[in-house]
C-alpha cells in the first residue's frame, strides 16, 4: 500500500480524541512524544545492558507510536507532515550543503 506522509497524518487522526481542544492536542502530543521515546531508549537499554533481546519488531512498534504523537502535534499546529520533512530537508540542505561533515556539526553557525 502506497501512503503519503499527508495520507498517513489523516488515516492517524482518525484515532484521535475529538472532544480535545488544538491546545490539549499540542500538550497529548508534546507529553506522548516524551513518554513514547522514553519507551524506545528503554528497549534499547534493555537490549546493549541487560539481555541483548532483538528489539527490531518492538522498535518498529515504539517508532509507529512516536509518528502518532508527531501527527497530534503537527495537526495541532496547522501543519502537515510533508510540510515538516520539507522543512526538515531544506535546514539539512543548508546546514550541510555537500552532505555530513564532523567539523561543520561540531562548529555549526545557528
Given at each position: 500500500?502506497?501512503?503519503?506522509?499527508?495520507?498517513y497524518?489523516?488515516?492517524?487522526?482518525?484515532?484521535?480524541?475529538?472532544?480535545l481542544?488544538?491546545?490539549?492536542?499540542?500538550?497529548?502530543?508534546?507529553?506522548g512524544?516524551?513518554?513514547e521515546?522514553?519507551?524506545c531508549c528503554?528497549?534499547?537499554?534493555?537490549c546493549?545492558?541487560?539481555?541483548g533481546?532483538?528489539?527490531?519488531?518492538?522498535?518498529?512498534?515504539?517508532?509507529?507510536?512516536?509518528?502518532?504523537y508527531v501527527v497530534?502535534?503537527?495537526?495541532?499546529?496547522?501543519?502537515?507532515?510533508e510540510?515538516?520533512?520539507?522543512?526538515?530537508v531544506e535546514k539539512l540542505?543548508?546546514?550541510?550543503p555537500?552532505?555530513?561533515?564532523a567539523e561543520r556539526?561540531?562548529?555549526?553557525?545557528?
Amino acid at each position: 500500500m502506497q501512503l503519503t506522509l499527508n495520507d498517513y497524518q489523516k488515516l492517524a487522526q482518525r484515532t484521535n480524541n475529538k472532544g480535545l481542544s488544538p491546545d490539549d492536542h499540542l500538550m497529548n502530543g508534546l507529553l506522548g512524544l516524551a513518554g513514547e521515546t522514553g519507551e524506545c531508549c528503554d528497549l534499547a537499554k534493555k537490549c546493549f545492558y541487560q539481555d541483548g533481546r532483538d528489539i527490531r519488531e518492538s522498535l518498529k512498534d515504539e517508532l509507529g507510536d512516536v509518528l502518532w504523537y508527531v501527527v497530534e502535534i503537527t495537526t495541532a499546529m496547522g501543519w502537515t507532515l510533508e510540510e515538516i520533512a520539507r522543512h526538515n530537508v531544506e535546514k539539512l540542505k543548508r546546514r550541510y550543503p555537500q552532505g555530513f561533515k564532523a567539523e561543520r556539526s561540531l562548529h555549526r553557525e545557528e
